[in-house]
């Protein structure tokens, strides 16, 4: 059951924010040459349970650390920004799981604000409706695009439109700004890395309209102009944005995707660590969330990287900001 204050919830992460993982346990997990001594690192670290299976270690982590966030938020539809990830997941796991005619229920991630079980119902029976107004249009759109037409990208453009401006109306409603600032750069570089896809696939001026959005530092009218014309027109357009550290992000993505990817977790985190002065409130937890979830990818990017024999130096470079 969640807490009913606040006080005793930012009381409970500070505890736990002793426990995140520092630069040191990166730096020792980055010294082991087998998986099986990294995982057994984590494990004493506390990632998982005992008898979790090292090839799911992350996902029931990341499952551990949303049971633990709805146990101890006093409100837990604060997290609706992040969740509405999960569910733009799940609706894609079930319209292409239904398309092949396979299961889907082994995709799904929790903590969803849409029940899976719901949207197959709603797609077998034309029954669009029951899903809500928010996404009842944008389901049947995708729904069409793959089941009908047969084409994923399309469908899978459908919902990533869609789930961002969500995300966006969900994080403007609660009037929290740390929880605004980080929704709003997650999303506004969403939407930049679907518009180089789109440059770099030549994607028609329909797509675009699909896929992309309209976000507060950068409309859909200039953005979809500069796809059009290629991927370097974007970043030159991104470059100019002159908000949510956009310089610095088209700087990094011409030296390379990798870097430019690392470039925008560490500027969430930027703002997830100014909650460390924040006494009471959403905002602890909001970066606690995004701490554990930093840190498992981080975790994750070792592991693999010892798995497939990677340049430790390389794999250093791909390392986030941590905010322990």
């Not at 005619?101 to 029954?127: C, F, G, N, Q, W």
């Not at 930027?270 to 009471?280: G, L, R």
Request: with cysteine; charged share 30%.
């Amino acid at each position: 059951m969640a807490t009913s204050s606040y006080a005793f919830a930012v009381g409970n992460v500070r505890a736990r924010e002793t426990a995140l993982l520092k630069k040191q346990d990166i730096f020792q997990l980055l010294s082991f040459k087998t998986p099986a001594e990294a995982v057994g690192y984590l494990r004493d670290k506390g990632f998982a349970y005992p008898d979790t299976p090292d090839a799911d270690l992350f996902k029931v982590e990341e499952q551990k650390l949303w049971e633990y966030i709805r146990e101890v938020a006093p409100d837990f539809s604060v997290f609706s920004g992040f969740i509405l990830q999960n569910d733009c997941h799940n609706i894609k796991s079930v319209l292409k799981c239904m398309s092949l005619h396979r299961e889907y229920k082994e995709l799904i991630l929790s903590p969803y604000t849409v029940e899976p079980d719901k949207v197959y119902r709603a797609v077998s029976e034309r029954k669009f409706s029951e899903l809500g107004d928010d996404i009842s249009d944008g389901v049947k759109e995708a729904a069409d695009a793959l089941l009908k037409i047969g084409d994923p990208q399309l469908a899978d453009a459908v919902l990533d439109g869609l789930f961002m401006k969500l995300r966006l109306k969900s994080a403007e409603k609660l009037k929290l700004s740390m929880l605004e600032t980080i929704i709003k750069t997650s999303v506004f570089y969403d939407n930049i890395k679907a518009a180089i896809r789109c440059a770099r696939a030549k994607k028609s001026v329909a797509f675009c309209e699909a896929c992309l959005i309209d976000t507060p530092e950068l409309y859909k009218k200039d953005l979809i102009p500069a796809v059009l014309k290629g991927p370097d027109e974007v970043l030159a357009l991104l470059e100019k944005a002159s908000a949510l550290g956009s310089a610095e992000a088209a700087a990094a993505y011409k030296r390379s995707p990798s870097e430019f990817e690392k470039t925008v977790d560490d500027l969430l985190m930027s703002v997830a660590v100014k909650a460390k002065y924040v006494a009471v409130g959403a905002e602890p937890l909001i970066a606690y969330l995004q701490a554990r979830l930093c840190e498992i990818k981080v975790a994750r990017i070792v592991v693999n990287g010892i798995t497939i024999g990677e340049d430790e130096e390389k794999v250093r470079e791909m390392l986030r900001e941590l905010y322990g």
